[in-house]
């Protein structure tokens, strides 16, 4: 009990004082910045572009990957929510009641973007194993699918759903396909570099066409940072949000909140 009440409180910041006072140099200069306009403030902006590169890179990806730092894992995945939402009205104007399907063990995230954007969720059960009984995911799909979610790992158990297997349904159906790796996205690629067996989960499935995942969890940022990255640029358009009717001018934000706080990139490093 002690060393968990050591771990998670400033009596271990000494453990790492070269980032920690790193993140403290970089919120004093950054502290009052708002990322919203990349030309008042292009350094947040390069941050941010690079963080993304850096994440993808992690992930597999290749130059074709973008996305966008969030301020957690929650806008990240509402964010992607509302893109396959969007995505759907304009390419497929005839599904009327959209629909996703995932995991009962999908994070309450899902369930507040399906309520916020009006897609319904579709729960698949799970097996002995705590991954999700693929038959019943199959019969899940409808013409009126969206889009197909798997976690990588769900937090109830802590297991990494079968992402490739997944990935074939939605290659065989032409659906998209978002992996919330909230948890493990900063964190499974190392467990994977120091030797142990990871399912692949990332970029490397051909069918993932998004991924979301915390800097603030495994990557050290400070809360509240996440990413939500993008196979391509032709997805990602429809995350963003544009008015040109306005008479202050063009207005434009890449997410749910109008300032965007300079305290997400101090990981830059």
């Known amino acids: 009990m002690e060393d968990a009440y050591l ?92 629909e996703m399907v995932a995991p009962i063990t999908i994070h309450p995230a ?6 916020y954007f009006d897609v319904k969720m579709i729960h698949v059960p799970l097996d002995s194993d705590f991954k ?29 759903d079968p992402i490739e297997a997944i990935g074939k349904l939605a290659e065989e159906r032409g659906i998209p396909f978002h992996v919330d790796a909230c948890f493990g996205g900063f964190m499974l690629p190392w467990v994977e570099k120091l030797g142990y067996p990871v399912p692949k989960f990332d970029f490397r499935v051909p069918a993932v066409s998004s991924i979301s995942a915390d800097v603030h969890k495994y990557g050290y940022g400070l809360k509240g940072a996440s990413l939500v ?17 306005w008479p202050g001018g063009l207005f434009g934000s890449p997410g749910m909140t109008g300032t965007r706080p300079g305290n997400r990139t101090p990981f830059w490093k």
């Not at 990957?65 to 509302?82: D, H, P, R, Y």
């Not at 899902?110 to 309520?115: L, M, R, S, V």
Request: charged content about 25%.
């Open 110 to 115: 899902f369930e507040k973007a399906a309520h």
């Open 132 to 160: 999700p009984n693929m038959e019943k995911y199959r019969q899940a799909i409808t013409p009126q699918t969206i889009l197909l979610l798997g976690s990588a790992p769900q937090y109830c158990h802590g297991v990494v």
């Open 7 to 98: 771990e998670y409180t400033d009596e271990t910041s000494d453990d790492m004082p070269g980032h920690d006072s790193l993140c403290r140099e970089y919120l004093r200069a950054f502290m009052h910045e708002n990322a919203l306009n990349p030309i008042v403030f292009p350094a947040l902006r390069r941050f941010e572009t690079e963080t993304v590169a850096m994440a993808a890179d992690m992930l597999h990806g290749d130059g074709n990957v973008v996305g966008s730092l969030t301020s957690g894992g929650t806008e990240s995945i509402l964010m992607a929510i509302k893109t396959y939402r969007d995505r759907a009205r304009d390419l497929f104007p005839h599904i009327k009641s959209p």
């Open 229 to 245: 990255l993008y196979r391509t640029a032709d997805i990602r358009k429809y995350q963003l949000f544009t008015y040109s009717e």
